[in-house]
C-alpha cells in the first residue's frame, strides 16, 4: 500500500484557522459537486501538497 493509501486508511482529527475567502472556496467547490465535503477538499489539497513537495522529493533523492 502506499503513502497516500494508507493515510486514506486510518484518519486524525486536525483543527485549524483558515482566511474566509479559503473556507468560502472550499463551499464553492462543495456546492458545484466537485467534491463531497469541505473535509475532502482539504485531504486531496495536503496529499496533492505532500506528493509534489515531499513523496516526489524523497524518490528523487534515492
Known amino acids: ?6 493515510a486514506v486508511a486510518r484518519m486524525r482529527l486536525v483543527k485549524g484557522k483558515l482566511p474566509e475567502i479559503y473556507g ?3 463551499d ?3 456546492k458545484i459537486g466537485r467534491y ?3 473535509s475532502e477538499v482539504i485531504r ?3 496529499r496533492d501538497l505532500l506528493k509534489k513537495e ?3 522529493r524523497e ?3 534515492r
Open 24 to 26: 468560502e472556496g472550499l
Open 1 to 6: 500500500m502506499s503513502m497516500a493509501g494508507a
Open 54 to 56: 515531499l513523496w516526489i
Open 36 to 38: 463531497s465535503s469541505r
Open 59 to 61: 524518490s528523487e533523492l
Open 28 to 30: 464553492e467547490l462543495v
Open 44 to 46: 486531496v489539497a495536503i
